[in-house]
């Protein structure tokens, strides 16, 4: 069974270009969650994308978007980077909405925008 | 807004020792987590609590959970270095929104 996995591993870029991370969620899962993780904090919700929809948006602006392929592979979309989109980008992927609703985790994209 | 709070933030430790992490939370959730974070990685599950009154241990972690005091614990038991890390709670109550604490940054020491 082959586990979350996200590419690139890093990434850097400059304020004001777009970036595209990629995550393959974890055989026969169907959930993504995408989070951003500033260094020092915990995990923040971006979006979550259940069956091709989003399903869930945190405190994001619009420039910050998704999507889920029909393979249930996934990508996080941000546009007009700014220097605080610096961060650790973070997906989990989960067997549905029911129970017992836990996530698992890739190793992460870290994004530097200079 | 939900809010999750864990303390403490900073947290060292002696081996051999025992110490309990705290995670309080602000809206009605029957479904907390918890998480290690080993630095520079991404985020390990370590339990998924789901019902008021739940306990679940694994080696010398122990997480229990109270919804109606919206608090659950993390107790470690015998502190080993290995443990070393960050640990984080999170809660979902709708299944489309986790929110995690700010984690606890534990440093056992020989």
């Known amino acids: 069974e082959t586990g979350v996995t996200q590419s690139p591993t890093h990434l850097i870029k400059t304020r004001g270009q777009q970036v595209t991370l990629r995550c393959s969620s974890q055989s026969g899962h169907n959930t993504v969650s995408w989070y951003q993780q500033a260094l020092g904090q915990g995990p923040q919700f971006i979006f979550q994308?259940?069956?091709?929809?989003?399903?869930g948006r945190g405190n994001f602006p619009p420039r910050f978007s998704g999507l889920q392929f029909p393979n249930y592979s996934s990508e996080l979309n941000v546009n007009a980077l700014e220097l605080d989109d610096s961060a650790l980008y973070l997906c989990?992927?989960?067997?549905?909405?029911?129970?017992?609703?836990?996530?698992?985790f890739g190793p992460g994209t870290r994004l530097t925008v200079t | 807004e939900l809010k999750v709070e864990q303390n403490p933030l900073f947290l060292s430790m002696q081996e051999g020792k025992n110490y309990t992490i705290y995670c309080n939370y602000s809206t009605t959730s029957d479904r907390l987590y918890w998480y290690r974070q080993d630095p520079g990685k991404s985020l390990e599950s370590l339990f998924v609590?789901?019902?008021?009154?739940a306990v679940k241990q694994e080696g010398r972690l122990m997480a229990s959970l109270d919804t109606k005091a919206r608090l659950s614990t993390l107790h470690i038991t015998a502190a080993v270095h290995d443990l070393s890390a960050t640990y984080f709670c999170a809660v979902d109550p709708d299944n489309n929104d986790m929110r995690f604490g700010a984690g606890t940054r534990l440093t056992v020491k020989p």
């Open positions: 994308y259940y069956r091709e929809e989003e399903n």
């Open positions: 609590l789901l019902s008021n009154g």
């Open positions: 989990a992927s989960s067997p549905g909405l029911a129970a017992p609703y836990e996530q698992y």
